[in-house]
C-alpha cells in the first residue's frame, strides 16, 4: 500500500532582502529623477503559447542563459510577446517573469544620469506575489536582445528592498533602485525577471503587479503591468514501502508520470487540439535477500509541477523496534537530484533489518531548490515530509518462499473531469491485455469503467546485484482531450499491483491514493479591435493608442495602430483573454475625435459555443470641427411682460475697450437670448474675466440676475454661449380709501409695512397713495375703531391678477403687488347707533321708579330711573339689528303711553299704538320701530297684576333713536261688569274693553253696550253677525283662561280674516259677498275650541 503528501506552500518569503518599515529609508545616494528628455517604455512577457515566448520553443532562459523573451524586430512589432498590457494566463509559481524599460533619451545636452525604481507586489493579505528582482542587467554583445546604444550603463543596481509605502499597492512592495547613465539621442533598453513565489497563483484576479517609479516617492510617474498566475500544486512527495524475511529474491516495483500535470489549453482555439500526451511507466525488479535479515525497500517520489527545473535534497530514515523500543534503524540522503519541468523522479532506499524487527515504518523529507538562484536559501515552507507505516499503509512484512517466483503485474487507469476523453494510443515493454476487449486508441469517457491492463506472468532470472535486479516494464501512451469550448480540471488516476507466485504483493499507487496526472483546460476569448481614421495624404502618417481594460479596471493591452496613406482601418486582435466585459478607450489618435470609449461583453452562457469564443469593438474617428467661436448673449425679462426692448446692456472684459460692448434689447420674446455684436458680427470672447451690466429704468427695479460675470477658459469653453439674464419688475402703486357711514366719520387709524412702519390716519372720502412701490407682498391693518364703528365692507380691485387677500374681522389686507400693478382697497365702516329714553309720570319730570330693559345683539341691561332721561350708559347699537326696549313692572293703575321721534329731532312726534292680539310685534319698515305690545299676551295674567309693555326697533348708522315713554296713573275703581253673563267662569268688564282691543273684522268693540249687542242678539244661522258673535265670544274664552292652541289660534285668524274681507264693520252689517257655508264651517270649529275640545 502507497501514501503520498502533496504539500500546497502557500506562504513565501524573502532572501537577502531589505525589510523597510513605515517611515523607515534605505541609506542610498539622493535619487535624481529623469530629465524631461528621457521618455519610458515598460513592457513585459505575455505568456499565452501565441507568440511563444522564444522562437523555437515556449520556455525559458534562452540559448544565451538570459531570461528574456524573443523580439524579431527592434523592440515591439506583433511578433513578439512583449507588452504593456497583462502578461497572460501561462506563468507558473517559480517562473522567472521577464520585463524590461526603454528609456529614449532625446536631445539632451549631454551625458544624463537619472535614478529609477523597478518593483512588484511581495504580499497582499497573507498572499504571496513576486519574492525577487534578479538578473538587472543592460544585454549587449551582440546577444539575443541587445538594443542599447554604447552609452548606455548601469551605474548601479540597489538591493532588493521590501516597503509598505506604495500607496494604492500591496500591502508589501519589493523594489530596487536603478542608476542609468545614457548619452543624448539614445535608446537604452534595461531587462530583468522577477521571480514568482510558491503561492503566487492565490493571488486574487489579475491584481498581481510589477511597477516602475519615476520618482522617489512611489507616486508620480506610475507604470503598472498586470499578471495572472496559473494554479499548480508546486511540488509533490510521496513514498511506498515493503519488507521481507527468507532466502530468496523480493520484488520491487515503481511507477512515473510524465508529465505530471498537463494544460490541454485554450478550447475556443480551433487551430489547437485541445489534447496531450502523458505516458505512465510501470516498472519492476527483484532483490535477494538472504533468510538471516528482514529486507526493506523504500521508494520515494518527488514531483515538480513547475514550468522551470528544480533540484531536491531527499532524506530518508527507516525506524523500526529491534527489542528496545522504536530506534533509527538506517538513514539514507541523496541531494543535488534534477527533477525536470513538470515531471517527477524517485530514488530507492534499501535496509537490511535484523530478524524480529517490529514496528517498521518510514519518514522521507524533501527540500526543494531553485538552481537558477543558487545563492538564496530554500523555499519557505520546507522540507516537506512524507510517511509511511509498514503495518498501516502497507502489507507488513512478508515471507519470501526461499525459490524463485514469478509475479503478475496490474495497471489500472482512471479518468475524472468534464468534457475529458483519453484513449491509449500505444503500449511498449511487457506483454499484456485491456480489461473489457479494449483496443488500442478508443476514446474512454470518466463515465467508462476503470481501464486495467494484466500483464503475461513475469519469471526472473538469478540475481546477486545487492541494489536489485530488473525484471520488467511496461509504459502506456495516453492521449488525454479536452471538448471544445470546455473550462474544466481533471486526473488521469493510475495504480499499479504486483502479486508474486507466492502470495506477496507490492503496490505503487492505490485507489485511494493513486498516481495521478492533473488535466486542466480554460476557455480564452479573442477580441478584435478595429480602428478607422480618415484618409491619411502621403508623407503624412498617424500612430494611435488604444487601451483594453477588465471589469476590474485593470489594463489588459495596449494596442498601437500605426496609420499612413495606404492605411487607416486597421484591426487588431487581443487574444487568449479571459471571459469578461471588456472596455476600450481610444487613448490618443492625434486631434481626432468621436466615440473613443466602448465596452463588449464576452463573459459566457451557462452552455458556450465557439460562437462565443470572440467579440469585437470598432471605433471610427473623425477631423474634429474647427473651434467654435465664445459669445455671449443676454435675456431681457420684464414683469409684466411686453417691456423687454429698449434696454441698454454693456459687455466689459477682454478686448471690449474703454466703454465695453453695448447692446439696447430689441427682442421682446422672453428667454430669447441676444449675442453682443462686434464690428463684423458676434463678438467672439477671449479667455479671460467678463462682467454684463444693465440700465436700469426709472419705475422699475432689478430682481434677480444670473450668469453676468463669468470666466472664458479655453479651450473648455469653446462652441459656448455665456448666457446672462436680467429681470426687472416695474413698481407698482397701492391706494387705501376711508369711507363711513353716516358720512363725514373721522380719525380711522392704520399700520403698514409699504413705507417703513409708519402708522397714517384717514377721515371719510380721504385716501393715502403709495407710489412706486417695488412688487412683493404688503399688509395694511385699519386699528379697530370699536365701540363707534365697525368695519363692514373691505373691498380691493387689481389691475393685474387678482391675488390680494382681504378678512374683514381682523380689518386687514394682505396685498401682493404684481410688477406694474395698482392696487386699490377701500374700507368701509358703519357707524353704530344708541338708544335715548325721556321718562315721564303723568306728563312731567319725577324722581319715581321706572324700570326699563334694553335687549338685542350683544347687549342685554336694564335701568332704574331716576335720571328721567336715559341711554343705557351710552351703549352703541348694530345699525339694522332687531333690538328690544320694555318698560317692566308697571304697576295695576297706570297706563303708558309711548312717542317715538321721526326726523331726529329728539323730540318725541309719533304716537305708537298698542298691538293687543300678540305677544311681538313686527318692526315697521319706514318708523324702524314696532307698535307697542304686551310679552306676556297669552299667558293667564289678573288685570290686578303688574304688566310690561315692549317695542321692537332698529337703529339706522349714527342714529340716536329717541323714545318719549308717559305713565299716567288712571282711577282705581273696583271694575264693574257690563256683560251680565259669565264667560267662563268671567265677566266682561269696561277695564276689559278699556284694556284690551277687540277687532272683528273691521268692527273695534269697545263698549259694553256694543259687547252686549253682539253677545246677545239674535242673528241668523250662518250670517256675518253670527260669526262675530261666536268669534268675541271665543276671545273671551281665551281670555279668561281657556287653554289655546294652534289650531284655535288659526281658526279665530280665519274668522277675523272672513269677517275683515267681506267689509264688516258694526252690527247689523250685511255683505254683499258672504258664504254662509264657509262661515257655518268656522263656527262649528269655535264652538268645538269653546267646548274645550280643540285644545286638550
Known amino acids: 500500500m502507497t501514501s503520498s503528501l502533496f504539500n500546497r506552500i502557500k506562504r513565501h518569503a524573502l532572501w537577502g532582502i531589505i525589510v523597510l518599515a513605515a517611515g523607515g529609508a534605505v541609506p542610498v545616494q539622493a535619487f535624481d529623477p529623469a530629465p524631461s528628455t528621457v521618455q519610458f517604455t515598460f513592457e513585459g512577457c505575455r505568456n499565452d503559447g501565441d507568440p511563444t515566448l522564444l522562437a523555437d520553443r515556449n520556455s525559458l532562459p534562452n540559448d544565451d542563459g538570459n531570461y528574456t523573451c524573443q523580439d524579431p524586430n527592434a523592440l515591439g512589432g506583433a511578433d513578439t510577446p512583449y507588452t504593456s498590457g497583462n502578461l497572460g494566463k501561462g506563468w507558473d509559481e517559480l517562473d522567472l517573469v521577464p520585463f524590461r524599460l526603454i528609456a529614449v533619451n532625446g536631445d539632451s545636452a549631454g551625458v544624463v544620469t537619472y535614478d529609477i525604481r523597478v518593483a512588484a507586489d511581495n504580499q497582499d493579505n497573507g498572499n504571496a506575489g513576486y519574492d525577487q528582482i534578479v538578473d538587472v542587467q543592460i544585454i549587449g554583445g551582440g546577444l539575443d536582445n541587445d538594443f542599447s546604444d554604447a552609452s548606455c550603463t548601469l551605474v548601479s543596481v540597489g538591493a532588493p528592498v521590501v516597503t509598505n509605502q506604495v500607496t494604492g499597492g500591496a500591502d508589501d512592495v519589493v523594489y530596487r533602485e536603478l542608476r542609468i547613465s545614457q548619452g543624448p539621442n539614445t535608446t537604452c533598453v534595461i531587462d530583468w525577471a522577477n521571480r514568482l513565489a510558491i503561492g503566487a497563483s492565490q493571488y486574487p484576479g489579475s491584481s498581481l503587479q510589477a511597477y516602475i517609479f519615476e520618482q522617489e516617492g512611489f507616486?508620480?510617474?506610475?507604470?503598472?503591468?498586470?499578471?495572472?498566475?496559473?494554479?499548480?500544486?508546486?511540488?509533490?512527495?510521496?513514498?511506498?514501502?515493503?519488507?521481507?524475511?527468507?532466502?530468496?529474491?523480493?520484488?520491487?516495483?515503481?511507477?512515473?508520470?510524465?508529465?505530471?500535470?498537463?494544460?490541454?489549453?485554450?478550447?475556443?482555439?480551433?487551430?489547437?487540439?485541445?489534447?496531450?500526451?502523458?505516458?505512465?511507466?510501470?516498472?519492476?525488479?527483484?532483490?535477494?535477500?538472504?533468510?538471516?535479515?528482514?529486507?526493506?525497500?523504500?521508494?520515494?517520489?518527488?514531483?515538480?509541477?513547475?514550468?522551470?527545473?528544480?533540484?531536491?535534497?531527499?532524506?530518508?530514515?527507516?525506524?523500526?523496534?529491534?527489542?528496545?523500543?522504536?530506534?533509527?534503524?538506517?538513514?539514507?540522503?541523496?541531494?543535488?537530484?534534477?527533477?525536470?519541468?513538470?515531471?517527477?523522479?524517485?530514488?530507492?532506499?534499501?535496509?537490511?533489518?535484523?530478524?524480529?524487527?517490529?514496528?517498521?515504518?518510514?519518514?522521507?523529507?524533501?527540500?526543494?531548490?531553485?538552481?537558477?538562484?543558487?545563492?538564496?536559501?530554500?523555499?519557505?515552507?520546507?522540507?516537506?515530509?512524507?510517511?509511511?507505516?509498514?503495518?498501516?499503509?502497507?502489507?507488513?512484512?512478508?515471507?519470501?518462499?526461499?525459490?524463485?517466483?514469478?509475479?503478475?503485474?496490474?495497471?489500472?487507469?482512471?479518468?475524472?473531469?468534464?468534457?475529458?476523453?483519453?484513449?491509449?494510443?500505444?503500449?511498449?515493454?511487457?506483454?499484456?491485455?485491456?480489461?473489457?476487449?479494449?483496443?488500442?486508441?478508443?476514446?474512454?469517457?470518466?463515465?467508462?469503467?476503470?481501464?486495467?491492463?494484466?500483464?503475461?506472468?513475469?519469471?526472473?532470472?538469478?540475481?546477486?546485484?545487492?541494489?536489485?535486479?530488473?525484471?520488467?516494464?511496461?509504459?502506456?501512451?495516453?492521449?488525454?482531450?479536452?471538448?471544445?469550448?470546455?473550462?474544466?480540471?481533471?486526473?488521469?488516476?493510475?495504480?499499479?499491483?504486483?502479486?508474486?507466485?507466492?502470495?506477496?504483493?507490492?503496490?505503487?499507487?492505490?485507489?485511494?491514493?493513486?498516481?495521478?496526472?492533473?488535466?486542466?483546460?480554460?476557455?480564452?476569448?479573442?477580441?478584435?479591435?478595429?480602428?478607422?481614421?480618415?484618409?491619411?495624404?502621403?508623407?503624412?502618417?498617424?500612430?494611435?493608442?488604444?487601451?483594453?481594460?477588465?471589469?476590474?479596471?485593470?489594463?489588459?493591452?495596449?494596442?498601437?495602430?500605426?496609420?499612413?496613406?495606404?492605411?487607416?482601418?486597421?484591426?487588431?486582435?487581443?487574444?487568449?483573454?479571459?471571459?469578461?466585459?471588456y472596455t476600450a478607450e481610444v487613448t490618443s489618435c492625434g486631434s481626432l475625435v468621436g466615440d473613443t470609449v466602448k465596452m463588449v461583453d464576452l463573459t459566457l452562457p451557462a452552455e458556450p459555443t465557439l460562437a462565443n469564443c470572440s467579440g469585437e469593438l470598432a471605433f471610427e474617428l473623425v477631423e474634429p470641427e474647427p473651434p467654435a467661436p465664445v459669445l455671449a448673449a443676454v435675456d431681457k425679462i420684464t414683469m409684466p411682460s411686453g417691456e423687454e426692448n429698449g434696454w441698454t446692456m454693456t459687455l466689459r472684459g477682454p478686448n471690449t475697450g474703454d466703454n465695453g460692448i453695448v447692446l439696447v434689447t430689441s427682442d421682446s420674446t422672453p428667454g430669447a437670448y441676444e449675442v453682443f455684436q462686434g464690428q463684423s458680427g458676434d463678438f467672439e470672447l477671449v479667455a479671460g474675466d467678463y462682467t454684463i451690466t444693465e440700465t436700469v429704468r426709472d419705475g422699475w427695479v432689478q430682481t434677480a440676475s444670473s450668469g453676468?460675470?463669468?470666466?472664458?477658459?479655453?479651450?473648455?469653453?469653446?462652441g459656448t454661449t455665456k448666457q446672462c439674464s436680467f429681470t426687472n419688475k416695474k413698481r407698482g402703486t397701492i391706494i387705501i380709501h376711508k369711507l363711513t357711514k353716516p358720512k363725514y366719520g373721522t380719525g380711522f387709524s392704520f399700520s403698514q409695512n409699504i413705507e417703513g412702519s409708519d402708522d397714517f390716519m384717514l377721515d371719510h372720502g380721504q385716501s393715502k397713495v403709495f407710489e412706486g412701490v417695488i412688487p412683493g407682498s404688503y399688509r395694511v391693518t385699519e386699528i379697530d375703531p370699536a365701540p363707534d364703528f365697525m368695519l363692514v365692507d373691505l373691498v380691493c380691485t387689481e389691475s393685474e391678477m387678482a391675488n390680494t387677500q382681504t378678512n374683514t374681522l381682523t380689518r386687514q389686507v394682505d396685498i401682493v403687488l404684481d410688477p406694474g400693478e395698482t392696487v386699490e382697497c377701500t374700507y368701509t365702516n358703519r357707524e353704530n347707533g344708541m338708544v335715548k329714553v325721556k321718562k315721564l309720570t303723568n306728563g312731567y319730570p319725577t324722581d319715581d321708579e321706572w324700570k326699563f330693559t334694553l335687549s338685542g345683539p350683544g347687549v342685554n341691561t336694564y335701568i332704574v330711573t331716576p335720571p328721567n332721561m336715559f341711554d343705557?350708559?351710552?351703549?352703541?347699537?348694530?345699525?339694522?339689528?332687531?333690538?328690544?326696549?320694555?318698560?317692566?313692572?308697571?304697576?295695576?293703575?297706570?297706563?303708558?303711553?309711548?312717542?317715538?321721534?321721526?326726523?331726529?329731532?329728539?323730540?318725541?312726534?309719533?304716537?305708537?299704538?298698542?298691538?293687543?292680539?300678540?305677544?311681538?310685534?313686527?318692526?315697521?319698515?319706514?318708523?324702524?320701530?314696532?307698535?307697542?305690545?304686551?310679552?306676556?299676551?297669552?299667558?293667564?295674567?289678573?288685570?290686578?297684576?303688574?304688566?310690561?309693555?315692549?317695542?321692537?326697533?332698529?337703529?339706522?348708522?349714527?342714529?340716536?333713536?329717541?323714545?318719549?315713554?308717559?305713565?299716567?296713573?288712571?282711577?282705581?275703581?273696583?271694575?264693574?261688569?257690563?256683560?251680565?253673563?259669565?264667560?267662563?267662569?268671567?265677566?266682561?268688564?269696561?277695564?276689559?274693553?278699556?284694556?284690551?282691543?277687540?277687532?272683528?273684522?273691521?268692527?273695534?268693540?269697545?263698549?259694553?253696550?256694543?259687547?252686549?249687542?253682539?253677545?246677545?242678539?239674535?242673528?241668523?244661522?250662518?250670517?256675518?253677525?253670527?260669526?262675530?258673535?261666536?268669534?268675541?265670544?271665543?276671545?273671551?274664552?281665551?281670555?279668561?283662561?281657556?287653554?289655546?292652541?294652534?289650531?284655535?289660534?288659526?281658526?279665530?285668524?280665519?274668522?277675523?280674516?272672513?269677517?275683515?274681507?267681506?267689509?264688516?264693520?258694526?252690527?247689523?252689517?250685511?255683505?254683499?259677498?258672504?258664504?254662509?257655508?264657509?262661515?257655518?264651517?268656522?263656527?262649528?270649529?269655535?264652538?268645538?275650541?269653546?267646548?274645550?275640545?280643540?285644545?286638550?
Open 219 to 581: 507616486q508620480q510617474g506610475r507604470r503598472t503591468i498586470t499578471i495572472d498566475v496559473d494554479e499548480n500544486q508546486a511540488f509533490g512527495v510521496r513514498k511506498d514501502m515493503a519488507a521481507t524475511v527468507g532466502d530468496g529474491i523480493v520484488w520491487n516495483m515503481t511507477k512515473q508520470a510524465t508529465p505530471t500535470t498537463l494544460n490541454l489549453g485554450n478550447t475556443c482555439d480551433t487551430t489547437q487540439e485541445n489534447s496531450a500526451a502523458a505516458t505512465i511507466r510501470v516498472e519492476w525488479s527483484v532483490i535477494p535477500t538472504s533468510g538471516d535479515t528482514v529486507r526493506v525497500v523504500t521508494n520515494i517520489y518527488v514531483a515538480n509541477n513547475l514550468s522551470r527545473e528544480v533540484v531536491v535534497d531527499i532524506t530518508d530514515e527507516i525506524f523500526g523496534d529491534i527489542g528496545s523500543g522504536e530506534e533509527s534503524l538506517d538513514v539514507a540522503t541523496f541531494n543535488g537530484v534534477s527533477v525536470p519541468a513538470n515531471s517527477e523522479v524517485f530514488v530507492t532506499h534499501t535496509f537490511e533489518a535484523p530478524l524480529g524487527v517490529s514496528g517498521l515504518n518510514d519518514v522521507a523529507t524533501a527540500t526543494f531548490k531553485d538552481p537558477a538562484l543558487p545563492g538564496i536559501p530554500a523555499f519557505p515552507g520546507q522540507p516537506l515530509t512524507t510517511q509511511f507505516d509498514l503495518v498501516q499503509d502497507g502489507a507488513g512484512i512478508q515471507q519470501v518462499s526461499g525459490e524463485l517466483t514469478t509475479a503478475t503485474v496490474s495497471d489500472t487507469e482512471r479518468l475524472t473531469g468534464t468534457g475529458l476523453s483519453y484513449f491509449v494510443s500505444q503500449v511498449t515493454g511487457a506483454t499484456g491485455t485491456f480489461s473489457g476487449s479494449y483496443q488500442l486508441n478508443t476514446p474512454l469517457t470518466p463515465s467508462d469503467p476503470d481501464l486495467v491492463w494484466t500483464s503475461e506472468t513475469q519469471q526472473p532470472g538469478e540475481c546477486a546485484d545487492p541494489n536489485g535486479c530488473a525484471v520488467g516494464f511496461v509504459e502506456f501512451t495516453k492521449t488525454i482531450s479536452a471538448a471544445a469550448v470546455t473550462s474544466t480540471t481533471g486526473t488521469l488516476a493510475d495504480w499499479a499491483l504486483l502479486t508474486a507466485s507466492d502470495g506477496s504483493m507490492v503496490e505503487s499507487g492505490t485507489e485511494q491514493s493513486p498516481v495521478q496526472v492533473t488535466v486542466t483546460s480554460s476557455i480564452l476569448v479573442d477580441l478584435d479591435v478595429r480602428l478607422a481614421v480618415p484618409a491619411l495624404v502621403a508623407p503624412d502618417t498617424l500612430q494611435c493608442t488604444v487601451e483594453v481594460k477588465n471589469s476590474s479596471n485593470e489594463l489588459i493591452e495596449t494596442l498601437t495602430y500605426d496609420f499612413d496613406s495606404t492605411s487607416n482601418d486597421v484591426t487588431q486582435t487581443i487574444d487568449d483573454i479571459a471571459p469578461d466585459v
Open 708 to 718: 453676468c460675470e463669468f470666466t472664458v477658459t479655453l479651450p473648455e469653453d469653446e
Open 872 to 1096: 343705557f350708559g351710552g351703549i352703541k347699537l348694530i345699525p339694522y339689528e332687531k333690538y328690544t326696549l320694555c318698560e317692566v313692572d308697571i304697576p295695576y293703575g297706570w297706563q303708558s303711553f309711548w312717542m317715538v321721534d321721526t326726523n331726529g329731532d329728539h323730540y318725541a312726534d309719533e304716537k305708537l299704538r298698542f298691538e293687543n292680539s300678540s305677544n311681538d310685534a313686527p318692526i315697521d319698515y319706514y318708523l324702524k320701530v314696532s307698535k307697542l305690545f304686551n310679552p306676556d299676551y297669552g299667558n293667564m295674567q289678573s288685570i290686578y297684576e303688574d304688566m310690561s309693555l315692549c317695542v321692537n326697533f332698529m337703529v339706522r348708522p349714527g342714529q340716536t333713536l329717541f323714545f318719549q315713554v308717559d305713565n299716567r296713573l288712571v282711577k282705581k275703581t273696583e271694575p264693574v261688569a257690563c256683560y251680565d253673563k259669565p264667560i267662563y267662569g268671567g265677566y266682561l268688564t269696561s277695564e276689559d274693553l278699556e284694556a284690551n282691543t277687540y277687532m272683528l273684522g273691521g268692527y273695534h268693540v269697545d263698549t259694553c253696550e256694543e259687547a252686549t249687542e253682539v253677545l246677545d242678539k239674535y242673528a241668523s244661522f250662518g250670517s256675518a253677525d253670527y260669526l262675530a258673535a261666536k268669534l268675541f265670544s271665543a276671545k273671551l274664552h281665551e281670555q279668561y283662561g281657556l287653554t289655546s292652541c294652534q289650531q284655535a289660534q288659526t281658526v279665530m285668524q280665519q274668522s277675523h280674516s272672513m269677517l275683515e274681507q267681506s267689509g264688516y264693520s258694526s252690527y247689523g252689517y250685511q255683505p254683499s259677498r258672504w258664504s254662509s257655508w264657509d262661515a257655518n264651517n268656522l263656527v262649528r270649529d269655535l264652538d268645538t275650541y269653546m267646548s274645550g275640545y280643540m285644545c286638550r
